[in-house]
């Protein structure tokens, strides 16, 4: 479990704030979900956000269903500890596998990315590419929510194993990363898909690569915009958006922290501070 941590002395640090004051928690398996970040703090400026990567643990989406509900339940029990306001599970793969599960657990918004996704993806296009983790192309949760949306359009999914590690070893120039996005790109090419879907938050990192090799026509769909807007609008309907400028961002992995520091700072502008839970 993620209960014993070097953040014990700091679990009612918002204890005393009023609840609009309190973080938003994201996780992810790792850097990932600084594209989920980003976009809070271009959306949510004045939210205070706390960041878990379980780094030790990644890559998920070569995982079971039952590992990833036995971590993202860890995960939420913390998040709890440090009294977050919502959290945004920044994984596909576990909003795929575990979101409806836990959100019927814990007595707190839980945001997946798959759903603002889809819904963004039908408002694009009708021949709809998804490349993703092979745990969440296996689940469908893509194509299901797609078709639950739009029954007319046509979806088809390609599992990606190697996209994850590549990008947490910071080689996204490396020109093997490049032929490994031809191989998994070439199939939806063939089938003259009008909209490829982000499938996972650490994807939006390997633009400049997926956009060399798609024709310029296609539109690219990255659901942590969309997860965002819509955090926007249920922290508005809870009456939970912060006014007041926010605390500074914590970060947290459950591996190697300067690795995490490391291979963050092409996406963050700086190299943060970054504690360990184990």
């Known amino acids: 479990m993620l209960l014993s941590s070097i953040f014990e ?47 030790a643990r990644l890559p998920y989406g070569i995982r079971s269903q039952a590992e990833i509900l036995q971590y993202v339940r860890e995960i939420l029990t913390w998040m709890q500890q440090q009294q ?10 576990s909003s795929a596998l575990a979101l409806e599960t836990v959100r019927e657990e814990f ?23 998804v490349i993703a983790t092979p745990a969440t192309a296996k689940s469908n949760a893509y194509r299901q929510a797609i078709l639950e949306i739009d029954p ?48 996972c938050t650490h994807y939006p990192h390997l633009e400049p690569v997926l956009r060399s090799l798609l024709p310029s026509s296609v539109k690219l769909v990255d659901p942590a915009v969309h997860v965002v807007a819509a955090c926007t609008q249920e922290l508005n309907l809870l009456g939970l958006k912060n006014t007041h400028p ?15 520091a ?11 501070m970054v504690e360990v839970v184990r």
């Open 9 to 55: 002395g700091n679990q009612n640090h918002f204890s005393d704030l009023e609840p609009q004051r309190a973080p938003i928690g994201i996780f992810d398996s790792g850097v990932g979900g600084l594209t989920v970040l980003r976009q809070l703090y271009r959306q949510l400026p004045n939210e205070s956000i706390i960041y878990f990567g379980d780094t």
């Open 84 to 93: 977050v306001k919502m959290v945004i599970m920044a994984c596909n793969t």
């Open 107 to 129: 007595n707190l918004p839980i945001k997946g990315v798959i759903l603002p996704g889809a819904r963004a993806a039908v408002q694009q296009g009708k021949r709809i590419g």
């Open 152 to 199: 007319d359009v046509q979806v088809w999914q390609v599992g990606c194993p190697e996209f994850v590690p590549l990008i947490e070893q910071n080689r996204i120039q490396d020109p093997y990363t490049t032929d490994v996005a031809r191989s998994y790109l070439e199939p939806l090419i063939q089938q003259q898909i009008d909209t490829l879907v982000y499938g």
């Open 246 to 260: 926010p605390q500074p961002t914590r970060f947290a992995v459950s591996g190697c922290p300067q690795q995490f």
């Open 262 to 272: 490391q291979s963050s700072l092409p996406w963050l502008g700086c190299t943060p």
